[in-house]
Nanobody
Framework: QVQLVESGGGLVKTGGSLRISCAASGLTFSRTNVAWYRQVLGKEREFVAGFAWGGPSKIYADAVRGRFTISRDDTENTMDLQMSNLQPDDTAVYYC?????????WGQGTQVTVSS
């Protein structure tokens, strides 16, 4: 059974930084396409950043490229998202999942709020 647990969200001012993490059980990040997603209340969940084919290649949404960095710790089987120069539009609940995502894998997410 796969369980994904996100953590590290919080409140930050515009221009600030935050690092969020995803821990997995029942799934090995290095063997799977995994990614970060985010969702604003009332809107569709959107792709933020991910790894291609379990390897080192990273892909980013245009809105975050150059500001966000995805990383993975294969020893700990965790995945992080370092977010810099945060903007109010980055306010959302952030989730990790496979890419493409499996509906049954969605966790609770972690809330990131950027104040203007």
């Amino acid at each position: 059974q796969v369980q994904l647990v996100e953590s590290g969200g919080g409140l930050v001012k515009t221009g600030g930084s935050l690092r969020i993490s995803c821990a997995a059980s029942g799934l090995t990040f290095s063997r799977t396409n995994v990614a970060w997603y985010r969702q604003v209340l009332g809107k569709e969940r959107e792709f933020v950043a991910g790894f291609a084919w379990g390897g080192p290649s990273k892909i980013y949404a245009d809105a975050v490229r150059g500001r966000f960095t995805i990383s993975r710790d294969d020893t700990e089987n965790t995945m992080d998202l370092q977010m810099s120069n945060l903007q109010p539009d980055d306010t959302a609940v952030y989730y990790c999942n496979t890419n493409p995502p499996h509906d049954i894998y969605w966790g609770q997410g972690t809330q990131v709020t950027v104040s203007s």
